[in-house]
């Protein structure tokens, strides 16, 4: 079915000028990838349960191995009151990051689970790329308990959108899996199709700051459909990870201009200066 959907999409892209050969390259490239993650699929079901952080076999799916659990980076306060960038030292309530002063997000507050390092890319590699979704009920407990006072039966949850071409690609959106599984166990009102991206754009992994930027404004729109949901609401965005607040910023924006009264964001795993970089 993932097949068929994906030639589907394929064959409407192309339009009538594509070559016969370019497209069964393209096709052939597709069926392959196919092949590879259900066999990868297949493989994982028949080898023992490996930790995401450490690859040592583990008792059940979904479970990390105690180095595994060492590796990993939990942000805990003080940290800043705007981004959540920890902070060495307790600056007091309401203390934000010299970044957040001289220019601050377009979202209210941000909260990570996760320092972004070698550990948490292990992670979220796995569960972005690899198909590890049986991770998302893990990954939505430590948001959750990141989140504590912001989420509210007031606040709208909303997962980052993919383009429909990449989420043809990849079959699922990765926030989107995380903001359901938050969902699950919190008063908030799920809202998965809040957020529409209108523009394909490139991979952000290479940009500099302002090129992310860039890349990103004007991306995203509110379905119209859920405009009336979006006025006056508390959103809280969802995403797998937080590197410069860039692709967060645009969304923030896009909710804001359609009435959003606040909107905060809720990742997986933050970068910190000096740790490991873009994904
Ligand atoms: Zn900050």
């Known amino acids: 079915m993932g097949m068929l959907l994906a030639c589907g999409a394929f064959w409407r892209s192309q339009g009538k000028s594509a070559s016969v ?96 390092d070698e550990a948490s890319h292990a992670l979220v590699v796995g569960f972005k790329h690899a198909d590890r979704t049986e991770l998302a009920p893990m990954f939505a407990g430590w948001m959750r308990r990141a989140a504590a006072g912001l989420l509210t039966a007031d606040s709208v949850i909303a997962p980052v959108p993919l383009h429909r071409r990449r989420l043809v690609a990849r079959r699922y959106n990765q926030s989107a899996l995380l903001a359901a599984h938050i969902a699950r166990r919190t008063p908030a009102v ?64 896009c909710l804001a201009n359609a009435g959003a009264a606040r909107v905060d964001a809720l990742v997986l795993a933050r970068v910190v200066k000096g740790g490991v970089g873009a994904i």
């Open 21 to 116: 050969a370019a497209v069964q390259t393209q096709l052939f490239r597709r069926a392959r990838k196919g092949l590879e993650v259900a066999g990868g699929a297949v493989l994982r079901g028949l080898a023992p349960p490996s930790c995401p952080v450490t690859g040592e076999e583990v008792s059940g799916p979904g479970l990390l191995s105690p180095a595994g659990w060492r590796a990993l980076h939990f942000i805990e306060r003080p940290f800043c009151a705007r981004c959540g960038v920890p902070f060495a030292a307790d600056y007091g309530a309401g203390a934000e990051c010299p970044a957040c002063l001289a220019d601050p997000p377009a979202f209210d507050r941000a909260r990570a689970a996760l320092v972004y």
């Open 190 to 253: 799920l809202c998965q199709d809040a957020l529409t991206r209108v523009r394909a754009t490139p991979p952000q992994k290479e940009l500099s700051a302002e090129g992310r930027r860039r890349n990103v404004a004007g991306a995203f729109q509110v379905s119209e459909k859920r405009r009336p949901r979006i006025r006056n609401a508390h959103v809280i965005l969802i995403d797998d990870v937080l590197t410069t607040g860039a692709t967060l910023s645009a969304a923030a924006r």
